[in-house]
């Protein structure tokens, strides 16, 4: 166990710090009661570090004091505002006027004024280099008598001006397509224009223009001329990307988030009216100016002990709780400090979530807690410390009744529906089940809230599904956590109870007879178990180790004697001495072996404080003036705490009893187990256990069943 057990660590040195002031006679007493005071004191500490620690993580303003949810009846009074507040769009309407935004937004396109003139200036240069008339010069000299051929410098500056005047647009990929109704900007210089796009040439219209003007050239230029032109033309009017971006951010960063003002006095909403979508966007935009503006005017210190002590209140809640019911852990630190680890770990997890805009709450694993949880302690514990999980959630998210009703759900079915850790198949089963109830319970407050399937919220199906695979960690949670805190689960009781084990080979070789009583106990015991809703695995297990004690002396015990008694040459204290010491040495045994705590219970608790009843008996007839020691012939105990530990006791008692019966009949089998069970209640020894009268009648009738099959026992004829 990797974990330390400060409390363990911190008892020694008090003891001894004891035993030196006081002395060793006297201070057992007095050292029980300052262990238990200290115990306390232990526990007090960890659950007020646990809650100030919390408390931490909750926000130093006001909460608002209203819960309401969309088509939902108003519960509280009329309330009324209390200051001026704006009323703010929701996320579509805000979406959908920055859409129609973008939809309505002009581009902007740049005018190049200085490129008609660069081109003017190419194209005179050009002409002047090129024939004015077609053909060679002998047809130039019979047409010198013909009209004086066209400037072509002066007629293609002409053309090309007044192209150029109109503008070539050059659309961007994204604006392709465009209808004659898209409108672009055009900056020129200092000044900007609006015009659609038929109000331009495109390059292509332009070279059109451009030969129709070329026709009405009289004569008609040499075809050197209209390419010169048409090289000429290029897009004098291109979009501007980087204005264009900016100017649209800026346009969309106006549009107004609001869309009307509530007055100080007016009725926000009427108490039993229905919370229709105008009232819910009222009553939001309500809550988030309370804890803008006057959240923020109240004391933090208020704030934060009012927190501390709700938290102060659910841990009191949960230790009163464990108090009840489930005592050891108030006894064993390490299984304190789990169960508390849980609440503190997911506070931790619930506010990093809720300060990260990109996660939902949704994502977190939660019913995690009650399957781990579930694995080494009860349901009731489990799911209990589920609930106080989510009760100090839902003062850190900003999700309200249906964050709580959901995951309050999907925890009981995790912890009805979780299967055994060493079957991955019925785990991963369970955790589909889990799932499917998160849905559910998403899918019915949905339409509560919105009446139509059309608006639930798909994302949250996607937080959902993330939280099923996170919840898988479950499963490897398990063993880790049964190694940190010392606990033991089903997957290692199942490698304990494999027979190649050393302990018990050697138990097999050495004490035969003892095996066979193991295996047999651990069959009545599981049988009771299943039959009251115990932990059948748990009580195979510790019956299989409870008397492995008996291999230091073997032959001392009757079911492995196969001859003359050892016990004849000792005296009943001797013997007696002997049989009680299988429990110690059984304990010493198991702590070298590192058997788990709770299977090394078993071996001290099941013959509990009762009597070597056969030696006893035997020497007070054989010294009756004598003043008997009866505790040299009482086990050390304890006494069985859990139903587990008494049954086992019970189950011991039987199965060795029942084998001195020679031939019985099933009343001698039933008169046997009657008698076992008034004797160990006589004696008080299950008066610490768990067990109710009607699980013990249960366990009865099942010891009684078993027993006459073992013994086969003989048919009973009438007399």
């Given amino acids: 166990m990797f974990l330390v057990d400060l409390r363990d660590v911190f008892s020694k040195k008090i003891a001894a710090i004891f035993t030196a002031a006081i002395g060793a006679n006297n201070m057992t007493e007095k050292f029980r009661t300052v ?75 740049t005018f190049n004024a200085e490129l008609t003139a660069a081109k003017i200036s190419d194209i005179k240069a050009a002409a002047e280099a090129l024939p004015a008339l077609p053909g060679d010069a002998k047809t130039a000299s019979k047409l010198a008598s013909a009209p004086k051929p066209p400037d072509l410098a002066a007629e293609g500056a002409r053309i090309l001006e007044r192209i150029y005047k109109k503008g070539i647009v050059q659309l961007a990929p994204e604006h392709q397509g465009a209808g004659d109704d898209f409108v672009i900007n055009v900056v020129q210089g200092n000044t900007s224009f609006k015009r659609t796009l038929p109000g331009f040439f495109t390059l292509e219209t332009a070279r059109e223009e451009l030969a129709a003007d070329i026709t009405k050239l009289k004569p008609a230029p040499s075809a050197a001329f209209p390419k010169a ?17 900016t100017l649209l951010n800026e346009a969309l960063s106006a549009v107004s988030a609001l869309k009307g003002l509530v007055s100080q006095g007016d009725l926000v909403v ?107 302690f009860s349901y009731r514990l489990a799911f209990f410390t589920h609930v106080i999980v989510l009760l100090i959630a839902g003062f850190l998210t900003s999700e309200g009744f249906q964050f709580l009703f959901t995951q309050i759900v999907a925890g009981v079915v995790a912890v009805l529906a979780v299967a055994d850790a060493r079957a991955w198949s019925k785990f991963f089963r369970s955790v589909l089940s889990i799932l499917l109830a998160y849905s559910m319970a998403h899918v019915g407050l949905s339409l509560i809230e919105e009446g139509s399937f059309r608006q639930i919220d798909m994302e949250v199906f996607g937080w959902l599904a993330f939280n099923g695979l996170l919840t898988l960690l479950a499963f490897p949670l398990i063993p880790l956590t049964e190694r940190l805190f010392g606990f033991t689960s089903a997957i290692s009781l199942v490698e304990l109870s494999d027979m190649n084990r050393p302990l018990l080979k050697e138990l097999a070789l050495k004490a035969p007879g003892t095996f066979q009583h193991s295996l047999q106990v651990g069959n009545l015991a599981e049988a009771a178990a299943n039959e009251i809703g115990a932990e059948p695995l748990l009580l195979r297990v510790g019956a299989l180790y409870h008397d492995i004690g008996k291999m230091l002396n073997p032959d001392f015990f009757v079911e492995n004697l196969s001859g003359s008694s050892p016990h004849e040459g000792l005296s009943r204290l001797e013997s007696a001495k002997i049989i009680i010491a299988h429990v110690p040495d059984g304990e010493k045994m198991a702590k070298k072996n590192r058997l788990p705590a709770v299977l090394t219970r078993f071996i001290t608790t099941h013959h509990g404080t009762t009597k070597v009843e056969y030696f006893y008996k035997n020497y007070v007839q054989e010294n009756p003036d004598v003043e008997v020691d009866a505790s040299k012939f009482t086990y050390p105990g304890p006494l069985p705490r859990t139903k587990e530990e008494a049954i086992l006791m019970l189950a011991d008692s039987v199965e060795a009893t029942s084998r001195v019966l020679k031939d019985p009949t099933g009343q001698d089998i039933d008169r046997l187990v009657d008698k076992v069970f008034k004797s160990k209640i006589d004696q008080g020894q299950l008066n610490e256990s768990k067990l109710t009268f009607g699980e013990l009648e249960k366990s009865r009738e099942v010891y009684k069943k078993m027993l006459r099959s073992i013994r086969h026992v003989r048919i009973e004829y009438p007399e």
């Fill in 270 to 376: 009427k108490k039993g009216n229905v919370v229709t979508d105008e009232t819910y966007e009222k009553l939001v935009s309500y809550r988030e100016k309370f804890q803008s503006d006057v959240s923020s005017q109240k004391s933090e210190v208020a704030v934060y002990f009012g927190y501390l002590l709700l938290t102060s209140l659910m841990l009191a809640a949960f230790m009163m709780y464990v108090n009840a019911y489930r005592r050891e852990i108030l006894a064993n630190w390490n299984y304190l400090a789990f169960v508390l680890l849980w609440l503190l770990g997911f506070s931790y997890l619930t506010h990093l979530v809720e300060r990260t805009a990109v996660l939902s709450v949704y994502v977190i694993p939660y019913c995690v807690v009650p399957v781990v949880v579930r694995h080494f």
């Fill in 229 to 245: 032109l048409e090289d000429a033309l290029v897009p004098n009017i291109t979009f501007d990307a980087d204005r264009s971006e």
């Fill in 35 to 109: 262990l238990k005071k200290f115990k306390g004191l232990v526990n007090l500490s960890t659950v007020v570090a646990v809650a100030v620690l919390i408390s931490f993580l909750y926000p130093g303003s006001v909460k608002f004091k209203y819960e309401f949810q969309r088509g939902q009846v108003w519960r509280y009074d009329d309330l009324t505002a209390s200051f001026d507040f704006p009323i703010k769009k929701t996320a579509a309407e805000l979406g959908a006027d920055k859409a129609l935004m973008v939809k309505e937004f002009s581009p902007f396109y």
